[in-house]
T-cell receptor
Framework: EAQVTQNPRYLITVTGKKLTVTCSQN?????MSWYRQDPGLGLRQIYYSMNVEVTDKGDVPEGYKVSRKEKRNFPLILESPSPNQTSLYFC?????????????FGPGTRLTVL | DQQVKQNSPSLSVQEGRISILNCDYTNSMFDYFLWYKKYPAEGPTFLIS?????DKNEDGRFTVFLNKSAKHLSLHIVPSQPGDSAVYFCAASASGTYKYIFGTGTRLKVLA
């Protein structure tokens, strides 16, 4: 089954404790992206990757890091989480990044930073 | 500055009637527009899209209209069904930018 998986689905942590949210896709997609969803703000793009070892900032990259060492994986790293990073996070992938390419989203990771 | 705006946070429609969800954008460089549907506890799923060279795209009960001069697009659902109850996001992209800009979403409730 073609899918995007994220782990963990739920996470409660404390300020400053480094964490990683994993994302994996089994569709051999080139393009992957991370979003956060917040009430009243919709989905905002954090980082994206056009292919292995090629990443770039989205609209809200502060406080996040990413890496793309393999085509299928695109982890999101919070080196020192803060309460304003409490949010619902989605990973997505598509074959390429053209407007015509549909993004497939993972189920989401709900993160709470105390 | 919100480049893609969905000014109606919520919408209620009777089953069988038409649902119209609206989206406005400010960036004239956007050349592709998409609608995604999101159910609770799930990720968004693609619904329908339209290129800026078209003004209408239809897929079954779903039709998207694009008015470039007004920088406005709308999603029509006819007839609306209770299973259509979800949050709908519009999104836009500009060729060569590798970015998607999403709106804030509209929660549609279809009443049986």
């Amino acid at each position: 089954e073609a899918q995007v998986t994220q782990n963990p689905r739920y996470l409660i942590t404390v300020t400053g404790k480094k964490l990683t949210v994993t994302c994996s896709q089994n569709m051999n997609h080139e393009y992957m992206s991370w979003y956060r969803q917040d009430p009243g703000l919709g989905l905002r793009q954090i980082y994206y990757s056009m292919n292995v070892e090629v990443t770039d900032k989205g609209d809200v990259p502060e406080g996040y890091k990413v890496s793309r060492k393999e085509k299928r994986n695109f982890p999101l790293i919070l080196e020192s989480p803060s309460p304003n990073q409490t949010s619902l996070y989605f990973c997505a992938s598509s074959q390429r990044m053209t407007g015509a390419d549909t993004q497939y989203f993972g189920p989401g990771t709900r993160l709470t930073v105390l | 500055d919100q480049q893609v705006k969905q000014n109606s946070p919520s919408l209620s429609v009777q089953e069988g009637r038409i649902s119209i969800l609206n989206c406005d954008y400010t960036n004239s460089m956007f050349d592709y527009f998409l609608w995604y549907k999101k159910y609770p506890a799930e990720g968004p799923t693609f619904l329908i899209s339209i290129s800026s060279i078209k003004d209408k795209n239809e897929d079954g009960r779903f039709t998207v209209f694009l008015n470039k001069s007004a920088k406005h697009l709308s999603l029509h659902i006819v007839p609306s069904q209770p299973g259509d109850s979800a949050v709908y996001f519009c999104a836009a992209s500009a060729s060569g930018t590798y970015k998607y800009i999403f709106g804030t979403g509209t929660r549609l409730k279809v009443l049986a």
